[in-house]
């Protein structure tokens, strides 16, 4: 267990779960997770995308949600079930890109390619959908990030068209803000979106390279990072999380880190993946292929496979205290617990 302290804040990681798979017990292409009820966690995965040109993949494969259970500890996931697939049906899906759980438990999922949002039950049973596209308010260009307000409010970054949607949770419009441009108030490509218990909005502002808060009626109030690689630095951050003290987790996808920022936007730290033990899926994988088993073997370091790369989503679990970071390119979740009760250890002089 690998132990960061900073600013009075400590947090343990604890775990990864995930492997590569185009169903069932992994991920492919994971890109976003939500919170059900208890340990149930949601997992979108946006799987590979229809290629003509490709022998191998002429048809799209693994798009859709996974349902698991992932517990408090190493090994206690559990691979639920899953729900939607590739194509541009009732209740399929091409190229989906954010998801969020509403008070009911029913679950909301964007489709930048369909420009439209789906909605089913907790169990994935298909509910209804709304949307289209097109640059006037209410319609969409690229819709991502979907987050629900704590008034059950839905929030979504229409990202081609560079700015924010309000609606009800049966698409009723209730805001549009935002524009091309990089001033105050203004994005470029946003993606992430996330509010805290106040009411105010986060986005990820891609091609900005920052993230700004702002009220629910598009004033900016504040903004978090700038271009770089250095501490505090963001490069296309692509998701953003609160947590109920107000710290804010920012998805730094091309620098492939998490950053941490106090309320007030001072840098805190950086989480760069600690996974220096397989998931439990991932194990049971090699353990039944001798000859992987004899490659890892000859491996001296494995420091790069422990790393987070070009992370997609993150989300913070108030109920468990914990930062779930979906960890995109090696098909899992990485798990940092935010402890409460820490005590010094003793140290012998």
């Not at 990030?145 to 704590?150: K, L, R, T």
């Not at 109030?221 to 296309?236: H, I, K, M, P, W």
């Not at 397989?278 to 000859?298: D, Y």
Request: aromatic share 12%; with cysteine.
């Amino acid at each position: 267990m690998v132990t960061q302290l900073v600013a009075g804040r400590v947090f343990d990681y604890s775990h990864c779960v995930g492997r590569g798979a185009v169903s069932g017990m992994g991920f492919n292409s994971a890109i976003a997770v939500a919170l059900g009820e208890g340990d149930t966690v949601y997992v979108l995965n946006r799987g590979w995308e229809f290629v003509p040109a490709v022998p191998w993949n002429r048809a799209g494969r693994g798009a859709r949600v996974g349902i698991f259970t992932i517990g408090t500890e190493p090994g206690d996931e559990e691979f639920v079930g899953e729900f939607s697939k590739y194509g541009d049906g009732a209740g399929e899906l091409i190229w989906p890109a954010g998801i969020a759980v509403d008070e009911q438990t029913n679950i909301y999922v964007t489709d930048e390619w369909l420009n439209r949002v789906s909605i089913f039950d907790k169990d994935g049973a298909f509910l209804s959908q709304w949307g289209g596209p097109g640059e006037e308010e209410g319609e969409f260009n690229g819709p991502s990030g979907i987050a629900f307000g704590p008034d059950d409010d839905l929030w979504i970054v229409d990202s081609r068209n560079h700015r924010i949607q309000g609606f009800t949770r049966d698409g009723k419009l209730l805001a549009c803000w935002g524009s091309l441009g990089s001033g105050e108030g203004q994005f470029n490509t946003p993606w992430g979106i996330t509010l805290d218990g106040q009411g105010y909005v986060y986005v990820a502002d891609h091609k900005n390279h920052r993230v700004q808060k702002l009220t629910r009626e598009g004033q900016f109030v504040a903004q978090y990072g700038s271009f770089g690689d250095g501490r505090g630095q963001l490069n296309r951050p692509s998701d953003v999380a609160v947590d109920p003290d107000g710290d804010v987790y920012v998805c730094d996808w091309a620098n492939s880190r998490v950053q941490l920022f106090a309320p007030e936007g001072k840098f805190l730290t950086s989480f760069v993946g600690d996974a220096q033990e397989l998931s439990k899926w991932a194990k049971a994988v090699v353990e039944t292929n001798p000859e992987a088993l004899k490659r890892r073997r000859e491996v001296k370091d494995y420091e790069v496979e422990w790393r987070l790369a070009l992370p997609t989503g993150v989300t913070f679990d108030a109920a468990k205290h914990r930062l779930l970071i979906v960890d995109t390119q090696r098909s899992r979740l990485q798990i940092y617990n935010k402890v409460r009760d820490y005590s010094e250890p003793i140290r012998n002089l």
